[in-house]
């Protein structure tokens, strides 16, 4: 009898073993990664309510090979119309997907802090995934939102500076 629950014990652990070895590499699989292949897009900017002039909104949309810069900037971020800028902006801006944090991808929240509540600005963000979108607004504080997003909201603020220079 006790060979029969040590065989049985030893079958169930090794079973859960394979269960947990399974979960783990399909949890960090290559989908939850962002990419910019196969038609997905990035879309990111900026925005100041309080402020005048063109660089008040600033958005853009990056793909695997091209990017674009919105002419509505429109603050809410709800209708774009994309031009097609150089290639050499392209080239300044096209590893920004390479610093998407992959975290954001399973956040609950599509709003982080209170972007532009206190005039600090804010940054919008839109991912595209195989035609899932999502899309996120982040406070430039960085004190307001998770560390995970601090180096990502340097980039994109880093990104946006080089295109407008």
Request: aromatic share 14%.
């Amino acid at each position: 009898m006790t060979a029969l629950m040590n065989t049985n014990f030893s079958n169930t652990k090794n079973l859960l073993s394979i269960f947990l070895l399974t979960t783990v590499f399909i949890s960090c699989s290559k989908d939850d990664v962002a990419t910019l292949d196969k038609g997905n897009f990035l879309v990111f900017g900026h925005f100041y309510g309080q402020c005048f002039g063109e660089g008040c909104v600033e958005t853009f949309k990056l793909t695997s090979n091209k990017l674009y810069e919105d002419t509505i900037d429109d603050y809410s971020g709800s209708e774009f119309n994309f031009i097609e800028l150089d290639n050499g902006a392209f080239e300044q801006v096209k590893d920004l997907i390479d610093y998407f944090p992959n975290r954001l991808l399973d956040a609950n929240e599509s709003v982080f802090g209170c972007p532009d509540c206190a005039d600090g600005g804010g940054l919008f963000i839109q991912y595209s995934n195989n035609g899932h979108i999502k899309s996120w607004r982040i406070n430039q504080f960085k004190s307001n939102v998770p560390t995970y997003l601090h180096n990502f909201i340097n980039k994109v603020n880093e990104k946006i500076s080089l295109i407008d220079n």
